[in-house]
């Protein structure tokens, strides 16, 4: 009877064993592909090309992202929104922060960065 009770606990507890352990890695959650996440905001209006992108799990239900993206055109407010609304209804994260290039900056940028 207890060895029962011991595998609905493992059964139970599992996911959130390992989403712990992922947590702690700062490993990208598995339920996001950092390829698509690339691509999906290379594809936007302005943006030339991206780097340093980051995902991780803030907490078991949180996902944070940060990404340099390069916009020799400028960007606006709106583009933010527009970019957070759709990272969050894509791919459910909700904390993200941009750093905003000219693709000159990044001529002068010599190191893997
Ligand atoms: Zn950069």
Do not use: Y
């Not at 507890?13 to 339920?31: E, G, Q």
């Amino acid at each position: 009877m207890s060895f029962i009770i011991i595998l609905i606990i493992l059964w139970g507890t599992w996911r959130l064993f390992t989403d712990s352990i992922d947590l702690a890695m700062d490993a990208v959650p598995k339920h996001i592909k950092l390829e698509k996440v690339h691509d999906f905001l290379s594809s936007q209006t302005g943006v030339e090309d991206i780097h340093d992108l980051h995902v991780w799990a803030m907490s078991t239900t949180q996902v944070a992202l940060t990404a340099h993206l390069i916009m020799p055109k400028g960007f606006s407010d709106e583009l933010i929104s527009e970019l957070q609304e759709a990272l969050k209804n894509e791919f459910g994260i909700a904390h993200t922060t941009f750093q905003f290039e000219n693709e000159k900056i990044e001529k002068e940028c010599k190191t893997d960065c």
